[in-house]
């Protein structure tokens, strides 16, 4: 795995943004040093492990190349030649065989200590370097050689032989100086580049370790004096110099410690065509390097005479991205060969820029380099990387590792950049505040090198404009305060502060009467400085996109807006090249270009982002790359390019190499407000506060009732000054959401949209009682209910200054879309224009089907109707915009809709940003050109949210767009005859019920009812089914409905809703039972809108009475009776009956139960025989009731004597419910013999012996004997089965 340390010099590959990379791609292989995937199972067993040579082997190849590469003078040249000797240290001699020896064995100690200690300063990972860096170190050290010899007008140091070519050392001691500087040189370029500032000092410590003992061996070394740590940098520091002072930077570039480095080792990799790889922070002179040495080597038209001896140097450029293909890169590597065929002259450089946002390509792209590095074939390549790359592309390369500046350099660096003099005694100040700031930042790497270098240069840009007036060129305190608020912006207020604190405590200057500039003001200056840094700018819902227009920063005539797209098919280079050629031409204006979510276009225009200008005959040039593709554009002085994006996408997604090339600020709409605006928004919070604090739990809200009185006086203050996000979340438990997609900012974007749609013509009272009716037409029906709940009217009155129920259920329409639609057309308080509305609809129902059909009424036309989700790229919705603008332009006038529907998840919230962009611009371009009649024009952007997904989304109010939340976008239709929401507020339990239509509601919910009922035998499926369809039946018939419609209403009306507390009421009689579902968010997920919710807890309430009513009906099967016509009214009068009688306490007792039960609760079908486990079809509609009615007095019955019974059950029978439902007990012969066969079973043990038909027989034999004649009623079958209860017992067993 990769190590971490690596940050201090470089960005570890997207370390910094958590699992996200700058594009949004995932990379689980970040972290790894190769990045490759395991080997398939099935290749496993052919695996064969070389492992890595020992350190002894290593010397031994190490010793081989050397001579191989190196050989000396006097050689034959013969391949093979001395490979063991110099493995050890040589005896003291003085011929040349023993001189060139001890120049091997000392050349070969120190790369082998190279090579130990790299891998120790990377956790003895062994593949850090291997024998490639061998190979290069004899290549390079070769080039020293000569060219340093040149430099310094020495020739004849090493001699080419006139067969091979091969250069041979001149081992001498006049040759030594020459010898030592090659030698430390190669080293310094192989190895000391690779490590970090403290670890470069160790490895010299090292080297001089090596050579102290080498000298203890073999004092024929000393001629290294290899004695100093500090005279080994300033060896290397002075050879760079020598090498790079030949070179014209230009004007106002200054040669710091990496300007110097990465210039030096860019010229020694390409003169001998060794891949390098720069690797370092932004703002570390990469880029800057390379178009420095291009304009240097020009061959033999080369300015300096050393540089005619070199060859010229022809830069082909890849723009490396996210997009890159591997094809691509092997294009650029097969057209710098095709261009360099036969040309000696001239090095073609291939140059991989960024070359580390290749490796979030999802094609693998930097595969290719391995084959590409191993064998250049005549080129040169670089490479540029904000990050490491893994291991196997690095082990290729030479990698240069730039390491942070120190103060010192800083100073160096801001010397070079300025002219005045007054300045220059500031610089060590400014570097010293800037080196804190930069080392102390919470997000590292958020401000970079180029945050210091713009401090400087627009200090020297305004001491010299100073100096041209004629004014004293001196750092005042204002201009130091602008300077360092428009480099150190786009940070929370305080880290601002911070900076501003640390650059005047290091400067010496106080802050007293220096005035801080406002947001505004910033980025007025940047747009009015042509040499500024192009201007990002973050914030919320992209806020400052219209902010800028609003507030005259911008103008739309001298501006272009270009917006990202998320759509599937513009994902692709297509898409990318269409807009680097519009933005081709928007250059050549003096126009500011604003880009919006435009995250792939950036990697192209590094260069114009960075500022890299080249001028020709008075004209700006900039390089616009695209892949293996770049061209020079010209480019206008005074066009500048604006990057709007999220404040969190900063924070957290977008790279540190994107962010340092911007002037940041945040921008919101509070940085617009005016003291009247604050005095609005502060009323507004607090009504905010009222209404939150109804929608706390009820818990919570005692407990912070204690403390809201002092926090009130002070919460909406500090909302105003920009207190965090942290400090403005609503403290406590709300009960639910008040508003989708709400945020800290929305009231202020409320009070800023209503400020300027008013125009002064509103007073304060006026507009606070607008935004009051705006934010109350966006809160969900939820809220509304729980505030009714919680307050009357009168209340509502003294705690909000109206009533906000009648307000939202009564003036507004939120119950569906096609009603809202009938009120916005008649109501032009909410158009945007004369033509109509932009209307943003945000609800919680889910996307059905189209149902602009439902519109038709109030429509001229079919309206056009798309979803965002549907459509494959932003051409699409464009087509479909401008298709609605230019029907109505052709066709009749009358009103005109356009439906969008919009999902943030499906479709993503930039979709949609997107899409409102294109709505708003058509519309602009349709009113510019006169057409269309006065509210004609209506087009509805329908978000559909999902519950408990909705935090991903928010808006901003906007004078261009109406906001409303609607319940449904559907008809509501008459889910049962349910009142409207208005209607239900207050209204009693019993009342909603009783008002359904029972027979539907019934057909919806009874086979969910069946579904919960438990039988005490098994039922086949014919067997339900058979069930279901007699019940639908049943469900027609008038008399059943009204006796289950009777029976429920009975138990709401009864029912307590609290056993526990009895003053509560019953269940019926709750006014506030609808808040309870407003705060279950499961079931309003479920449920889709809050009317069906509603709906669905009431049906769920019905449904589980119904299942206890089913169950007591459908007791021993006996509800099948009910479709027997001769039995059809019996049935209804006894069971009607039965379900007020005291028998029924089983069924009280589970409707209770029933009115606070889940929706799945069970409940047991009941069974009367005498043997349970046998359980019986009853043929006598509710038996069990009539026989159980009667068995009541047998107690009292049983103490007469025998011929005074009869009467006497007879009278008892006249005052019992069966005689007042008019059952006669003398019945007609079959139906006695029903009811005889269902008293048999309810009052005689089952017996496998005979079955129970042969029971009824038997047992009837008997009672008739017992009477000696015919039964005639049911009367009698019971009193003479008292008297004969044991003989009739033992007849039937018998």
Known sequence: RKSHELEDVALVFQHHVGDQAASGITDPMKKLVYRVHPLPESLIDVVSDFGSLSEKSEEIYINAILRKELPKKEDSGVEGAGVVAGLSAPTDGSDAANEYDTFVYAFKELLCQSQTYVREVNGDERSVVSMRDIARAARVFKWFLTYYSKLRGVSAVGVSDDKDGAMRINVSSSMRPHLRTALILTLGYCYHSRLDRDQRTFYREKLCQTWNRMKTE??????????????????????????????????????????????????????????????????????????????????????????????????????????????????????????????????????????????????????????????????????????????????????????????????????????????????????????????????????????????VRVINTELKEKAARNETATVEPQLLMKTVQRNFGGRPVHELQDCVDEFFERVGMSMDSVKSFSTADLIQQNLQEPDARHLMLLTKNNAALRLLFESGLLDHGRAEVIFGSTFPNDQSDIFVAMNLQRIKGFMQQPISLVMVHCDSLYESLYDLLNQHYMEYAGQRYVRIAHGSKAKQCPINRLFRVIVITEINDAYFRLAPPLLNRFEKQIFLRKDLMERADEALLNRLYK?????????????????????????????????????????????????????????????????????????????????????????????????????????????????????????????????????????????????????????????????????????????SSDPEEISLHELSSSQDIEKSVQRFYDSAAEGTPGKRFMLIHADPVAASSRMIEHCRFVCEKSRTEFVKRGKGTPGSMFVILVVHLQRGLDTSFSFDYDSRWHFVFLDSVEPSGDLNSMPSLGRMLNMPLIDVVSNLDFSKLLQSCFRASLSRLIYPHSRRPEDLQRQIHSILGFLEDEYFVTMVRTWILLILRQTPKNAARMEDGTVGQDRNWFAAIASAAHELALAGTFRAALHNRIAVLVGSLLTVLLAHLDRNGGLALLGDASKRKLWLSLSEASLTSDLSARLHNEAITATQEHADAQHEVGTDAQTGARPFASRFPTSWFVSRSIDGVRHVIETLPKDDQMAAIATQYKLSKLHEVGLEPELQSPLLDDYLADFTAMHLDWTSRIDRDTQTRILKKTLQRVKGGELRSILEVHKYFWNQERQGAYCVNL
């Open 218 to 455: 073999n004092s024929a070394v000393e001629w290294l004096k290899l004695d100093s740590i500090q005279e080994l940098e300033r060896m290397l520091i002075d050879t760079q110099l020598e090498f790079v002072s030949q070179m014209d930077l230009g004007e106002g570039i200054a040669l710091n410690e990496a300007l110097r480095e990465n210039l030096f080792m860019l010229l020694v990799s390409i003169m001998n065509q060794i891949p390098i790889l720069l690797i370092g922070k932004p703002g570390c002179s990469k880029s800057l390097a390379m178009g420095v040495l291009q304009n240097n080597l020009n061959g033999e038209l080369s300015t300096r005479e050393f540089f005619k001896s070199m060859p010229a140097v022809d830069v082909v450029a890849y723009q490396c991205s996210p997009l890159s293909t591997p094809d691509a890169i092997l294009n650029a590597f097969n057209s710098a060969r095709q261009s360099n065929i036969g040309n000696k002259k001239t090095i073609v450089c291939v140059l991989l820029d960024e070359v580390g946002l290749a490796e979030e390509s999802p094609h693998l792209p930097l595969k290719v380099l391995h084959r590409e590095l191993e064998d250049l074939r005549g080129i040169a390549c670089v490479g540029i990387s904000n990050w490491a790359l893994d291991a196997a592309k690095m082990s290729r390369c030479v990698t240069l590792y730039r390491p942070p500046p120190t103060v010192e350099d800083l100073c160096v660096t801001a010397e070079g950049m300025v002219a005045s003099g007054h300045l220059k005694g500031y610089l060590r100040s400014l570097s010293e505040a800037f080196f804190d700031v930069y080392k102390t930042q919470k997000r590292a790497d958020f401000w970079g090198m180029r945050e210091f270098y713009s401090t």
């Open 687 to 859: 009504f905010w506060g009222s209404l939150t604090e109804c929608l706390r739990d009820p818990k919570d809200r005692s407990a912070m009732g204690a403390s809201s009185g002092a926090a009130s006086s002070s919460a909406a203050p500090a909302l105003v000054a920009g207190a965090s996000e942290e400090d403005t979340e609503d403290k406590g438990v709300l009960t639910h959401k008040p508003i989708a997609g709400f945020h800290n900012e929305l009231l202020s974007s409320l009070v800023f949209m209503l400020r300027r749609r008013s125009d002064n013509t509103m007073s304060m009272d006026q507009l606070f009682d607008e935004a009051k009716r705006l934010l109350t037409l966006v809160l969900t029906p939820e809220a509304a209910c729980i505030t009714a709940a919680s307050l009357d009217a009168q209340g509502m009155h003294s705690k909000f200054g109206f009533n906000l129920v009648e307000e939202y259920f009564e003036n507004q329409r939120h119950s569906d879309l096609p009603s809202f639609a009938e009120l916005l057309v008649k109501d032009s308080r909410d158009w945007c224009d004369s033509l109509g509305a932009q209307v943003m609809v945000l609800t919680y129902s889910p996307i059905r089907g189209k149902i602009g059909q439902e519109l038709s009424r109030i429509a």
